[in-house]
């Protein structure tokens, strides 16, 4: 069944890659609610995850053809949307605050506890009532996978401020949850 569904997904590749529009379709189809939930969870609200995920998906169509590996196709589309989802919050005048560099970062461990034990929906409309800069470098780590150097080069901050900006965006969630 595995090798069934990767050979309709290359074939669906190389046609999109010949400019067929019933592939790309289908392919938008496959891709695109995963996509749209990094963007949601990225943007904060509905209607700019929207217009990112079609800008998004615009680049991975006018693209494709550089695509090499068809095995590689979701990373890459993950890739494309995640650069759009920053490039659309630093359009928006991201601001982040540079923190200095001997912050005791010590209790961002201590204090994710009980962050998880919350609902999925009561955190993800926690997390769409926090600043743009928070919420962008909390899903960059926590969704990610970046790592804090990886953000700050992302994101044209410091470490430091990623870290900041990470523990001061779970602080206001946690808030946020308990005044819920």
Request: proline content about 0%; hydrophobic content about 35%; charged content about 30%.
């Amino acid at each position: 069944m595995k090798s069934e569904q990767q050979t309709i997904h290359k074939y669906l590749i190389t046609k999109s890659k010949e400019g067929d529009r019933r592939a790309q379709s289908e392919l938008y189809r496959l891709y695109a609610g995963a996509m749209y939930n990094i963007c949601r969870r990225m943007m904060g609200n509905e209607e700019d995850a929207r217009d990112v995920l079609q800008d998004a998906f615009v680049t991975v169509f006018s693209s494709i053809q550089k695509l090499r590996e068809e095995a590689t196709f979701s990373a890459w589309v993950k890739r494309i949307v995640v650069n759009h989802c920053i490039n659309a919050l630093k359009k928006q005048k991201l601001i982040t605050t540079d923190l200095d560099d001997n912050i005791n970062m010590g209790e961002e461990v201590d204090e994710s506890k009980g962050f998880y034990e919350h609902e999925a929906k009561k955190v993800m409309n926690a997390i769409d009532k926090i600043s743009e800069g928070c919420r962008a470098v909390l899903n960059l780590y926590l969704f990610e996978g970046y790592d804090h150097k990886e953000i700050g080069e992302i994101l044209s901050i410091s470490e430091s401020a990623s870290k900041a900006q990470y523990c001061k965006a779970k602080g206001k969630i946690r808030k946020l949850l308990e005044e819920a």
